[in-house]
């Protein structure tokens, strides 16, 4: 079960981006996997139907002017600097795993992070700083697809 909760207080939220303009987070509980191998399940395989909201989102970025995002160009070493599909690795530590993308409009921040707790232990937290007013409006217009997305993603990395 995917549940809505507070934005843990771990050091790699608090240090993921100078200004918070949006968050959230959600937890599951998963025992049985790496941190690593959780962060791929969650983010390394998409439905169609996922992907369709991808492209979706790749033609109204170039309305608004945001990066077209090439899977070839990401190298997907999973180390700092690598990549899990066009997430950026800024950071790995053995409880929290910091992935992003920076844009013309917003920069954003995904933390990993295992809490240690007997339940809701995998916390997936969202940090997004606006640069402009686009940036907001993108936001305003995902978010209801995002909190959809963030809880499908989710969900795939309990079933494993």
Not at 27 to 35: D, E, R, S, V
Not at 136 to 143: D, W
Request: glycine share 6%.
């Amino acid at each position: 079960m995917v549940t809505e909760i507070a934005l843990p207080d771990t050091k790699g939220i608090r240090t993921a981006l100078e200004k918070i303009d949006f968050k959230d987070a959600f937890a599951i509980t998963n025992h049985c996997n790496t941190l690593e191998e959780i962060t791929t399940m969650i983010f390394d395989q998409n439905p169609k139907w996922l992907q369709a909201l991808f492209k979706i989102r790749g033609y109204l970025g170039v309305y608004l002017g945001l990066k077209k995002h090439d899977l070839t160009e990401y190298q997907d070493d999973f180390k700092v600097g690598g990549h899990v599909k066009f997430f950026k690795i800024y950071s790995i530590d053995p409880q929290e795993i910091i992935l992003g993308a920076n844009d013309n409009h917003l920069n954003f921040r995904v933390s990993v992070y295992n809490s240690g707790a007997t339940k809701n232990n995998i916390q997936l937290s969202t940090l997004v700083r606006y640069h402009n007013k686009t940036g907001k409006r993108y936001m305003q217009l995902i978010a209801p697809f995002h909190r959809m997305v963030i809880r499908y993603m989710l969900r795939r990395a309990i079933q494993k």
